[in-house]
């Protein structure tokens, strides 16, 4: 059983932050999205394991279970060295770093957007309050005249 290498098929360009990978990044996505394989991920940090001791939990095949562990592989999440059986399967680390730069651009990005939102509604409360006033007020319809309060 061979490996495919990791290639690349497509890139997207993002605002001076380098280029993406988009094919390894999809194929690991796609693999994790399987609650099985990501249940042997999950296995697997703990330690390495052969196929055998990865099959024990499941109520399937060996053969199912060597078909998870392609995906896996295919995606660059887990390796088997060469040699004779048992093999022990393992975690590779640098899928994770990819899914994590991914992950971390696109929460920065979120983030600042967050922030600038903040920053427009801290300005637009100090217009509307002037400032002096804080917002404690707002919440209670009391404090604003609601119709409904008596």
């Known amino acids: 059983m061979s490996r495919r290498p990791l290639t690349v098929l497509s890139t997207i360009g993002l605002k001076g932050a380098g280029r993406m990978t988009t094919d390894a990044l999809s194929r690991t996505f796609a693999a994790l999205a399987d609650p099985t394989r990501r249940d042997m991920v999950a296995r697997l940090a703990e330690g ?3 196929v055998s001791q ?3 939990p499941y109520r399937m095949t060996l053969q199912a ?3 998870h562990l392609r995906v896996l592989e295919d995606a ?3 390796s088997r060295p060469g040699g004779p059986q048992p093999r022990p399967v393992r975690l ?5 770093d990819l899914m994590d730069t991914w992950i971390e651009r696109h929460r920065r990005r979120v983030e600042q957007r967050y922030r600038r939102l903040d920053a427009v509604l801290a300005e637009m409360r100090g217009d509307a309050h002037g400032p002096d006033h804080g917002d404690s007020d707002r919440s209670r319809p009391e404090a604003a005249g ?3 309060e008596s």
């Not at 590779?92 to 994770?96: G, H, K, L, N, S």
Request: aromatic letters at 10%; proline letters at 5%.
């Open 48 to 50: 390495d394991a052969t």
């Open 54 to 56: 990865l099959a024990e």
């Open 65 to 67: 279970v060597y078909k």
């Open 76 to 78: 660059g999440l887990v």
């Open 92 to 96: 590779e680390a640098r899928a994770f």
């Open 146 to 148: 609601h119709p409904d």
